[in-house]
């Protein structure tokens, strides 16, 4: 279609691993087919990219998304599969792709610019930008071998983006440099944007996929788990990883699964044992909140003895682990008094001020003061948030923006 700049059908990549290596040609022909296994980098990934979108690649390391880079600018074939590209691509797949370490910096330029497909007249008209670009003036007559990472990958980034391409392709070389360079790379990918180019690239960072991606494909073993908008995607990204590492959130792991059980995970005397943890989200057959939705979160309990004074709370931390909120019945002036058997205690957050993520949270059940511990569950359940905009960063605070001296209209959508 006239419309697709990328199209991936059916691509499948496989590497053959050999656990012996052989040393000469004599010993392979005497010895015959030597024993390997297949590695499977990608299987079966099928998606497009339309012309002037804006796709990101996520995935953990070893997922496929940098074979599957690869392959779409031509330095691999895929095994089974076919990859269709229209258009000039300029492809940035790794720190110095394409430099020779004893050419100076303006000889590489003119290489790497060779290599994009244009003429030394063309480099000549840009170079300039190139070098302002990659604010490395006093340097460029040096050999590339003295210059450090940061400088190579500005350079390279530099050419890429220099050469007037239909189709950007990019590996983790966003998060290169210093704020100032970053910031700097962000505002050339938005001028892309408008000018109608495509890009394809691959990153970790969430808050660049929302900020700037109209969708996102998410890889893991080499599988397309979900190509949908950035929000959900990142989502999807952030369980795989968390599968990866044995962690169950509350919606993947149900309502009535404890997973801090059993001992010795568990804290406290279980004078009050914790037997279960509903996570809450408004509609039905939703597991997340959009920002500024209601949560509930509901802690049900069972008590062996009757206990006069009990304080119930929770604490909510990132995925860092960061602490982020906490409170519990006794710091909102509650006093609960328990009888022997089942009940249970509601944390109602009528509203969420939180953006894309996964939170923890953590709970307990204690007497005044934090001691005795009688049960504790530390951030063994969570909550997921999916922002469907593309506001960085990690609260939603929703400031009223009012303008004087100047006329303020209203935008179309982001795309």
């Keep these: 279609m006239a419309d697709i700049a990328i199209e991936i059908d059916g691509v499948s990549k496989r590497f053959r691993l050999y656990q012996e290596q052989v040393q000469s040609l004599k010993e392979r022909v005497i010895r015959g087919r030597i024993p390997h296994e297949d590695f499977w980098a990608l299987r079966d990934v099928s998606f497009e990219v339309k012309q002037g ?24 074939r895929p095994t089974s599969g076919r990859i269709v590209v229209g258009g000039r691509m300029a492809a940035l797949l790794e720190l110095g792709a394409g430099f020779h370490p004893e050419l100076t910096g303006r000889e ?14 063309e480099i000549t008209r840009v170079f300039d930008d190139i070098v302002a670009f990659a604010e490395i003036e006093q340097f460029i007559d040096n050999q590339v071998k003295h210059f450090s990472s940061g400088m190579y990958a500005r350079l390279g980034f530099a050419v ?11 590996d983790e070389v966003l998060s290169v440099g210093d704020e100032a360079f970053q910031r700097k790379c962000i505002n050339r990918i938005k001028r892309f944007q408008t000018e109608g180019r495509t890009i394809l690239f691959v990153t970790h960072a969430a808050d660049l996929v ?6 996102a494909v998410v890889l893991d073993h080499g599988e397309m788990v979900i190509d949908a908008e950035p929000g959900i ?14 962690v169950e959130g509350a919606a993947a792991a149900g309502p009535d699964v404890r997973t801090d059980d059993p001992d010795p995970e568990r804290r406290g005397t279980l004078k009050i044992r914790i037997t279960g943890v509903d996570v809450e989200y408004p509609g039905a ?65 009528d509203s969420v001020p939180l953006l894309d993520g996964t939170y923890f949270l953590t709970l307990g059940a204690h007497a005044p003061g934090g001691e005795p511990v009688y049960d504790w569950s530390e951030q063994r ?10 506001t960085p960063g990690l609260v939603d605070l929703r400031p009223r923006i009012e303008v004087r001296g100047a006329t303020a209209t209203p935008l179309p959508p982001q795309r």
């Design 108 to 121: 590489n330029v003119y290489l790497n610019g060779s290599i994009l497909g244009l003429s030394k007249a």
């Design 285 to 349: 057959g939703r597991a997340h909140l959009l920002p500024g939705e209601r949560l509930v979160v509901r802690v049900r309990y069972s008590a062996a003895e009757a206990v006069d004074e009990a304080v119930f709370g929770v604490a909510v931390h990132d995925i860092k682990g960061d602490h982020l909120f906490g409170t519990n019945t006794e710091l909102v002036g509650l006093g609960v008094s328990v009888p022997v058997g089942d009940g249970e205690v509601a944390f109602v957050f």
């Design 210 to 215: 929302r900020q700037i991606c109209d969708r």
């Design 381 to 390: 359940h969570s909550f997921e948030v999916v922002n469907p905009g593309r």
């Design 53 to 76: 979108e804006t796709v990101g690649l996520l995935g953990h390391n070893g997922s496929g998304k940098s074979t599957l880079l690869k392959c779409v600018a031509g330095i691999q």
């Design 160 to 170: 890429a983006v220099n050469v007037d391409p239909d189709l950007l392709v990019i």
């Design 233 to 246: 995607a990142v989502r999807a990204f952030r369980e795989t990883l968390l599968h990866r590492e044995g």
